[in-house]
Nanobody, 122 residues
């Protein structure tokens, strides 16, 4: 019954910005940590960012720190990923995930969305 639906992906030139959204339903959103992961073709799924239920602290992969910002709106059951200064290396399918405690390992998360494609051109 849990559903996570990502949106906001697309094609953007290097240096541009994109804002991803993930709408959650079927869970008590305010009690869950939310994470973003991405997977490039032929690569392992990698951690991007996570945020705890309070929304006060975000955790980021070193590769995106300073460029990406994770936030959440518990009233709207939605988590966001603002991506600035995008690089071709950021290309991949971006997934949102939910877990009671968060973390930076994909196997720690219980629920996943279907993903949204992000493509950064040179």
């Amino acid at each position: 019954q849990v559903q996570l639906v990502e949106s906001g992906g697309g094609l953007v030139q290097a240096g541009g910005s994109l804002r991803l959204s993930c709408a959650a339903s079927g869970l008590t959103f305010r009690t869950y940590a939310m994470g973003w992961f991405r997977q490039a073709p032929g690569k392992e799924r990698e951690f991007v960012a996570a945020i705890v239920w309070s929304g006060y602290v975000g955790n980021y992969a070193d590769s995106v720190k300073g460029r990406f910002t994770i936030s959440r709106d518990n009233a709207k059951n939605t988590v966001y990923l603002q991506m600035n200064s995008l690089k071709p290396e950021d290309t991949g399918v971006y997934y949102c995930a939910a877990n009671r405690w968060g973390g930076s390992t994909w196997s720690d998360y219980d629920y996943w969305g279907q993903g949204t494609q992000v493509t950064i051109s040179s």
